[in-house]
């Protein structure tokens, strides 16, 4: 096992990555190495396929399988090494699918196949000893020696941005959103990782690469939400509990809420947000439901205590799961990529065991006093009121924008976010989204020219919308979004941010800060080249920050 995909990755003089028996996360050895046998798999099977592609092939059952793997590895999404087995096992008749697929194209355009080689061919076995003991040659890890640790690191930057923008596109792909060419882009990237690239230059233009495939792909996932649920109106969403029976989704996906929504109406249940999904209460289409009564509790790695007092059943849609524990362990369910052994999976959109889990348990007891936040500033909003926006800043009533938002996480140093918030004069406004606005979002930030200080975009999926109202604002002052009076600060932990990075890099935005720690995977070399060319730079202190920023708008 070696893993450093994510923020809150081991880091010791011996070296940074989780390399013991459990990562920082709860995977243990086993399912990691199953995780990077099954990414190399994907690459073998986007070989057949980027080249079936280029002479206009597709198999779009391959495209999904592929999708949908790369979604499982994320960070803190499926800890079960039977689902991994299976689906590695699944991975080798999608090969032959997507080699099929090539062979026959190669026929119709009168050509003769590449005897392709590595992931293409390789056979893992198929007993789970078999596969442990073939896993290594997944591993991020091959070729360092040869290559050294900033070629390895440079193509972990890019397979992470590739899986987080496959986490996005699944979430789209669940909305009937379907695009052949975004297909085909995964494929040739995972093609080219295929071939263990060792050219810096190429390394980072395939990195801007997944910044621009993401770019696409959170176009379509706005696409499907908004034309599945409308667009985000500004919604006050009651944080506190009602009396009754309750269910608690959590996670990111839309469709999976809409569907416990659809299946527990009329069941004398209570439906409650957690986490990312807490912005589900601001689209038209969801909040249409009466039973969808609030949002209960704030980011992921706060569920171990939040599920434990929640007395109903409990769905996670995506990521972030983290082992559940005895006091939940029995009306906790996973649905999508999610998973952990043991765990009740709903596999097929059925969540009857759901709701008879939540019919059986107590509920709440009583209402507890009224709290809110406000949700539903995304792109829609906000542009509709871009004239006031503009002749606040005019005035000079609203002097700066900070975008402070990104992924919450456990580890020290996060309070960093909450006491910039803070500190943020009243002259300027936040805008936010990702789980990180829970270190704030229920603070009174009052008001300015009229409209929210605080302006809460959405999800991390809600990323394209902050970057429309970034372009949007640029035009209206007919500059480029580097010249606007607007401050990045980010906080990440997982791959879904790196993709969100990769794609604010290939938008030219320079000046990002970026923490709570630095990606483990970029070595000193490889930072000092972010630094260099898109000005990236580690948080410090929130006080000295925000002086820099503010004196350099």
Partial sequence: ????????????????????????????????????????????????????????ARDRDVDVFVIESLFTTLTNVNFDPARFTALIGKATAVRERARAC??????????????????????????????????????????????????????????????????????AHVLQQDDPAIYAEFHRLLNFLAENPADVNDLLGRALDVGALNYRV???????????????????????????????????????????LEQSQGQGIHVYTHGELLPAHAYPGLKRFAHLAGNYGTAWQNQQTEFADFPGAIVMTSNCLIEPQ????????????????????????????????????????????????????????????????????????????????????????????????EQVPQDCAILTLGCAKY???????????????????????????????????????????????????????EQKAVAVLLTLLHLGVRTIRLGPSLPAFLTPPVLQVLVDTFGLTPIGEPKADLAQMLSAA
Avoid at 146 to 169: C, E, M, Q, S, T
């Fill in 439 to 493: 270190r704030f979002n229920d603070h009174d930030f009052g008001n300015i020219g009229g409209l929210p200080r605080l302006l809460d975009v959405g999800q991390c999926n809600d990323s394209y919308s902050a970057i429309q109202i970034a372009l949007a604002l640029a035009d209206a002052f007919d500059c480029g979004v580097n010249d606007l009076p607007l401050s990045l600060v980010l906080s990440w932990l």
């Fill in 1 to 56: 096992m070696f893993c450093y995909q994510c923020e809150q990755t081991t880091r010791s003089r011996r070296g940074d990555g989780c390399a013991n028996s459990v990562g920082t996360c709860g995977k243990d050895a086993a399912t990691s190495d199953l995780q990077d046998l099954l990414i190399y798999l994907c690459k073998g099977i986007s070989m057949y396929a980027h080249r079936a592609a280029q002479l206009g």
């Fill in 102 to 171: 090539y062979e026959a194209a190669c026929a119709a355009a009168g050509r003769t196949p590449e005897s392709l080689a590595g992931p293409a061919s390789y056979d893992p076995g198929k007993a789970l000893d078999q596969l442990l003991a073939n896993a290594g040659q997944g591993a991020i890890t091959v070729g360092l020696e040869r290559d050294g640790a900033d070629i390895i690191g440079l193509r972990a930057l890019v397979l992470y941005g590739i899986k987080g923008a496959a986490a996005y596109f699944e979430h």
């Fill in 218 to 260: 959170m176009q379509s996932l706005d696409a499907a939400a908004t034309g599945r649920y409308g667009h985000p109106e500004p919604t006050e969403v009651r944080t506190t509990p009602r009396a009754g029976k309750a269910i608690l989704v959590s996670g990111h996906d839309l469709r999976h809420l809409e569907q416990i």
């Fill in 326 to 421: 005895a006091a939940y362990r029995g009306r906790i369910f996973t649905s999508g990529p999610v998973g952990w052994a043991d765990i009740p999976h709903v596999a097929d959109g059925n969540y009857r065991p759901v709701i008879d889990a939540a019919l059986a348990a107590p509920g709440f007891a009583a209402d507890s006093a009224p709290r809110h936040v406000t949700v539903g500033f995304a792109r829609n909003t906000v542009l509709g009121a871009a004239e006031q926006v503009v002749g606040a800043v005019k005035s000079g009533a609203l002097k700066h924008f900070f975008l402070i938002g990104g992924c919450d996480g456990a580890k020290p140093g996060r309070n960093y976010y909450t006491e910039l918030a």
